[in-house]
């Protein structure tokens, strides 16, 4: 049996001031439409993009489970630029397994960057981050992520619970297939207290402010044996001050 704990979602009006009071926030996928301003059809038709992910040849375990692609844009407020395409960096201080790597991914595909979906994920992103630490461009990192069962274990965050070195991470899941386990864990930086729950919800949303709380998913497993599952996330990134590595 799989034990899914409900995500704490809460009203659109309250998500500001519950990340700032509590570090996260959750919105349902209906609270998630409302905030872009985007019908539920539009979002629904950049999930196909998920499907042409290149694999990550970067997993120090060696696995084959995690495909991406990903792309960086600079907000200012209403104003949305793509940067040319650049190295995913961090540093070891954020990402013990992966860090002080120059890691080169297949960009986002044009096609999906054109969309007004795409661009009101983006906006609506930043404008989070802005409620929360202040107005400023912001120099956001998307990334499209597949994690599968192709090594029959998948694992979303391979590096454990981890910060990622920005003021603010919002995860998007983008559909559950044939899968178990991909819990969703959020801990206090400085404290005891966290939460578990598990994202089933297309579209659903958790918001984060990486400077108080650290993060991780648990690993994902196929409900029937043999055959393929799979998760899939949008993961957009913002920081204040330039890209990580500049």
Known sequence: ????????????????????????????????????DVPAHELAALQPSWDDLCSDGYLKDGGRYRKRRHSCFVVEGPLLRQVPHRVHWQPLEYNALHGGMQRWFEP??????????????????????????????????????????????????PEGAHRDGMELVAVFLVQ?????????????AHGPNGQRFTLSQPWSLLLLDDERVIHESTPIQPLEPGLLGWRDTLVLTCRSGGFQGD
């Open 1 to 36: 049996m799989t034990t899914h704990f409900p995500p704490p979602c809460v009203p659109l009006v309250h998500a500001d001031a519950t990340l700032a009071r509590q570090g996260f926030a959750l919105l349902d996928a209906d609270s998630v439409q409302q905030w872009l």
């Open 108 to 157: 986002i595909s044009p096609a999906v960057v054109a969309t007004r979906a795409w661009q009101r994920l983006l906006l609506q992103t930043a404008a989070a981050a802005s409620a929360l630490k202040g107005a400023q461009p912001w120099y956001v990192e998307a990334h499209q992520f597949r994690i599968d069962t192709t090594d029959g274990i998948g694992r979303p965050t």
């Open 176 to 188: 559950r297939h044939g899968i178990k386990g991909g819990e969703s864990r959020v801990f206090e």
